[in-house]
Structures are given as structure tokens and as C-alpha cells.
């Protein structure tokens, strides 16, 4: 048996998630329990290109589009070039299931994060066309990932009520949490950094959520929720490190190979004191907020002075531009 690594180590204390589109990732340090996605990671997966300067992923990209076209008829209330982005994150979805034992994750259409319906709509469309494109498939291994907007969450309770896995995205707050476990969320997907982080490299997030998530577990566990939590948006090593312990973590690529070449000895063995810390902890009554839409939009503007609704407003403008570029290749 060979020298244990931290990847080793994480996974003794957390279920590990592969944060990825490239199947060679899973495939290399694999298995992992569920693969998460969103349309940042699907852009620049299909954009990669091979040592002539072509589209690794154009043959999937043509496929994805005659797909769209041909089942245009079926879904007349989206555009063909949004259809077609949806089959091709499934189809590179697909690629990995084999590298997985849990759920494969993907991501509503960023622009209706203020609409219930037309994300209800969104999340069932994509575990039909998972279905379509792999009959054999079991689809209540598809998660859909929704932003944890009033709208989005409640579009979670209407796809889980109809046996969809749901996980609420863009987490930065327990007003968010609390309304994600009420309405039966799978997972939620605190984001430690905002997503600025890794767009802008001169950026650094001064308010790491890392306080929130682990209070968000230890809330859950108070609660008897069945709503695991799953961080996200993680820029190094240490700050994965920090999170042992943790339900569920998704990891990029680069981070998990550093994770793999790193013995495991000289790690301290503080496993996630973050998560772990067991101090007597108050948490607000939430029970007056979750059924009442503007206590609860006027609780979640006013937490952490209004710095949770400026990270998700943020995130979801990044995602709608990716949303953007990956239609722009569909058009192509």
C-alpha cells in the first residue's frame, strides 16, 4: 500500500466531489461520489482545444446542436441554441458517470433565477434529455443545481416534491440555508470565495464563508435536516483542508492533483476545525421567514449588512455571461 496523500486523508473525514467536465480528471483520481458543474465549467471545457489548435470537443458540440434542432418541436418555449447548451453539459456529464457512485450536477439557466417556473421546466428538461440521450441512465442520479434566490428555492421544493434531486447553488448566508432545508434542497453549495475569485486574479475575498459553513452543518444537525452540505469555490489546498469533516466537497482539478502529490504527513491532523468545533452555537428562529416571502427577501438583504445578496447578484451576473458564450457556440 502506498504512502497515504491528502486526497487519501479528505476522503477519510468527507464524501469527495470531482468540480469538472474533463472525464480524464475522474478517470486519473477518481472514483468520487457525485461530478458538479455549472455553465463556467462547461464553457471552458468546450473551448479546450488539442495540439493543433482544434476543438477537442467539437464532434459533442455539432452532436449537441442537430439534437437541439431535431427536438425543437418538443420544447417550443426555449430557443435552439439554449437546448442545445443543455445536451452538451449532459453529454459531458455522461462521460463521467462511470467515475462516480452518486450524482451527476447540472446547472439551471443562470437567467431564471428569478423565475419559479421556467426553472422547474429547466430542471425537468434536463433529466429528459439524460434520459433520452442514455435510456439505461438512472436519472434520480441527476442533481440539478439551482441559484438560491426566493424563486429558485421554491422551484427546489416543486422538483424534489416530483422526486428531482436539487441542490441551491450560491449560498452565502443562513437565510439561505434555513430556506433551502425547508423547502427538501439535497445539498446546498456554500461558496467559501465569491466567484469574482476566479475570474479576477488580482481579487481576494476578504470574507471567506468559511464561519457560515460550518455553522450551516451544525444548524442542520440541530434541525434534524436531511439537506447535506456541500462547499464550493475553493482556491488552495489548505482551504480544502480546513473543510474535512464537512457532509460533501467539490474540488477542481488543479487542487485535487495537488491534493494527490502531497503526503499526508505533514499535514497537522486539524481536521476541519472549522466543521468540527463544537461550541455552543445560537441560531435565529427562522420558522417566521421561510414561509413568507418578503420577511424572508428583506432578512437575506439585510444579512452580513447586505454583503450575501452583493456575492450572489455577482455570481449570477458571471454565470449569465457564460450562459451567454456557451450559446454564442451553439450558433457557431
Not at 468540480?19 to 477518481?30: M, W
Not at 420577511?295 to 445578496?309: D, I, P, Y
Request: charged share 20%.
Amino acid at each position: 500500500m502506498g504512502q497515504q496523500n491528502l486526497l487519501d486523508v479528505l476522503r477519510s473525514h468527507t464524501a469527495v466531489d470531482c468540480d469538472t467536465f474533463d472525464d480524464q480528471v475522474p478517470k486519473q483520481l477518481g472514483p468520487f461520489v457525485d461530478c458538479t458543474s455549472n455553465q463556467a465549467i462547461a464553457y471552458h471545457e468546450l473551448i479546450r482545444v488539442d495540439g493543433d489548435g482544434n476543438l477537442i470537443h467539437a464532434q459533442l458540440i455539432r452532436d449537441a446542436v442537430d439534437y437541439a434542432s431535431s427536438k425543437s418541436s418538443a420544447y417550443p418555449d426555449v430557443t435552439a441554441a439554449e437546448l442545445a447548451v443543455e445536451t452538451m453539459m449532459v453529454k459531458l456529464a455522461l462521460r463521467i458517470v462511470p467515475y462516480l457512485t452518486g450524482y451527476s450536477h447540472i446547472q439551471t439557466n443562470p437567467k431564471y433565477s428569478y423565475d419559479k417556473q421556467k426553472t422547474i421546466n429547466n430542471g425537468k428538461r434536463i433529466v429528459a434529455i439524460f434520459k433520452d440521450l442514455d435510456p439505461k441512465y438512472d436519472t434520480r442520479r441527476v442533481c440539478i443545481k439551482v441559484p438560491s434566490t426566493w424563486e429558485g428555492m421554491q422551484a427546489c421544493r416543486e422538483l424534489e416534491n416530483q422526486g428531482i434531486a436539487t441542490l441551491a447553488t450560491t449560498m452565502f448566508c443562513l437565510e439561505q440555508a434555513a430556506l433551502a432545508s425547508h423547502v427538501g434542497c439535497t445539498y446546498i453549495a456554500p461558496y467559501i470565495n465569491e466567484l469574482r475569485v476566479h475570474f479576477d486574479e488580482n481579487y481576494v475575498d476578504q470574507h471567506k464563508a468559511f464561519d457560515f459553513c460550518g455553522s450551516a452543518q451544525r444548524y442542520y444537525g440541530k434541525i434534524g435536516s436531511k439537506t447535506k452540505v456541500l462547499p464550493a469555490s475553493l482556491t488552495s489546498i489548505q482551504e480544502v483542508m480546513m473543510l474535512a469533516g464537512v457532509h460533501h466537497i467539490t474540488v477542481a482539478p488543479h487542487l485535487l492533483t495537488k491534493l494527490a502529490e502531497t503526503p499526508a504527513n505533514p499535514w497537522e491532523g486539524d481536521t476541519g476545525s472549522v466543521i468540527q468545533n463544537q461550541s455552543q452555537e445560537e441560531f435565529s428562529d427562522y420558522n417566521g421567514i421561510i414561509e413568507d416571502e418578503s420577511a424572508w427577501r428583506l432578512a437575506f438583504t439585510r444579512s452580513q449588512e447586505g454583503k450575501a445578496e452583493v456575492k450572489i447578484i455577482q455570481a449570477i451576473n458571471i454565470f449569465c455571461d457564460k450562459q451567454d458564450a456557451l450559446e454564442g457556440l451553439a450558433r457557431q
